[in-house]
């Protein structure tokens, strides 16, 4: 199925300085494709192209670094602190929920370990979760960037947010924004290297499973390498690709935001595999996948707010189906197991 029938794509051209109609217009088409699908291309978001060009070359000058650089910004042990350099296999994304104290639950998740890594940047204002900075010499100039950019497509995400609360109907546009002060949003880098992908289709390894996200809404900007894959809105467990597009970001809902409209809005499972076509061999005659970057850029409530079903999402035909969450305990419900509370040594790739 061609991506345009899958995923629509929505134009903020005209947002900022359109009409009362044309805001209204544009609210809608995107609640619309929210309750549909889930994911939405946005073109003209707001995010310059040159400086997005900047932050993946950033991306690509930290990921070259060598590994014993890497770790000297070394991701925290655990769950609660999300943030530094993750290294391959030691994040493990699933939609299982693990509990104290189920090691045995956490083991088996892990038989399959995502060939992946990232980098993870908060507000410096976060006393939850605090950053982790490589030293300044290691790659001059990257925190300076990474802090600016961080606020910058929040810029991009406030807009969202109001054209979100205009298309479900809510009389005040800044509503979720009392909810989102930035502080708690979070900047990921990722790179996928390249890996076998024969091993990649036999389930060996993953690059990430089927999941969806945690928060109110993420924004998703990748490169050409393709790879991203999205459930049909009609058809469980069939997924179509979310092939890249140039200077659009990929906008999709997350569990907090299905949760405050009801499920009005789909927070909808997406993975990461193998990208259509691409491999290219290598000298033993193996076939080895492109290398692959993207930036998400995930937008949270801050960690005190009540999330509870919108009175507009609500009726005798639509009953509440969520009890209220505070944001921060039901992202540490969900990071459990992600994260494991044990040693987990960086896994050679080939």
């Known amino acids: 199925m061609a991506v345009e029938g899958a995923i629509p794509i929505i134009d903020f051209a005209v947002w900022s ?4 109609d044309d805001k209204k217009r544009i609210a809608v088409e995107l609640t619309d494709a929210c309750r549909r699908v889930g994911f939405v291309y946005i073109v003209n978001h707001g995010v310059p192209n040159d400086l997005l060009e900047e932050a993946f070359g950033w991306s690509k000058k930290l990921f070259d670094l060598s590994q014993e650089k890497k770790m000297l910004a070394p991701h925290p042990p655990g769950p609660n602190v999300h943030r530094g350099y993750s290294w391959p296999g030691l994040e493990k994304v699933s939609q299982d929920i693990i509990k104290d104290g189920d090691e045995a639950k956490e083991a088996e998740m892990r038989k399959v370990s995502d060939v992946k890594e990232s980098y993870e940047i908060g507000s410096e204002e976060s006393e939850l979760q605090p950053n982790v900075w490589l030293p300044e ?3 001059p100039g990257f925190r300076e960037f990474m802090v600016q950019f961080y606020w910058r497509c929040f810029e991009a995400g406030k807009e969202l947010l109001r054209a979100l609360a205009i298309g479900i109907g809510l009389e005040d546009e800044d509503f979720f924004l009392r909810f989102h002060s930035g502080e708690n949003n979070q900047l990921r880098l990722l790179h996928y290297p390249p890996v076998e992908a024969e091993k990649l289709s036999s389930n060996a390894v993953a690059r990430m499973p089927a999941h969806t996200d945690w928060g109110t809404i993420t924004m998703l900007f990748q490169d050409d390498c393709g790879g991203l894959q999205v459930e049909h809105p009609n058809q469980p467990n ?6 890249p597009m140039k200077n659009a970001l990929v906008m999709n809902v997350g569990d907090l935001l299905m949760r405050w409209s009801n499920d009005f809005l789909k927070s909808t499972l997406h993975r990461v595999t193998r990208p259509p076509a691409q491999d290219k061999p290598q000298t033993d005659g193996k076939l080895m996948t492109r290398p692959r970057y993207s930036i998400p850029y995930f937008i949270s409530p801050d960690p005190k707010a009540i999330i ?3 009175s507009a ?3 005798e035909k639509r009953p ?5 969450v505070v944001q921060d305990e039901y992202r540490r419900m969900r990071a459990r197991g992600q994260y494991a509370e044990i040693p987990i040594t960086p896994m050679t790739v080939s």
């Not at 300085?17 to 009362?20: A, D, E, F, I, V």
């Not at 069939?238 to 092939?243: H, I, L, M």
């Open 17 to 20: 300085k359109g009409s009362t």
């Open 137 to 139: 010499d290691v790659l």
């Open 238 to 243: 069939y997924f179509v690709d979310a092939t």
């Open 308 to 310: 509870e079903c919108l």
């Open 313 to 315: 999402c609500t009726d």
């Open 320 to 324: 509440v189906k969520y009890e209220p």
